[in-house]
């Protein structure tokens, strides 16, 4: 959880530095790509996490 949360502040730490400084869309991008990364962690890690109970 705590490398989500990290990943989660750079994220949105480099898009808002990216959105802020004119002539860094290279930072806004790299934000985005690094924030889609991070919600596809999250969802593969609740995918292997989910409890899978044998059916009775």
């Known amino acids: ?29 790299a934000g985005v790509l690094l924030l889609i990364a991070d919600l596809l962690y999250l969802a593969a890690r609740s995918v292997w996490r989910s409890p899978r109970r044998p059916a009775r």
Do not use: D, E
């Open 1 to 29: 959880m705590v490398l989500f949360l990290s990943l989660l502040v750079a994220a949105v730490a480099l898009i808002a530095i990216g959105a802020g400084v004119a002539g860094t869309l290279y930072l806004t991008s």
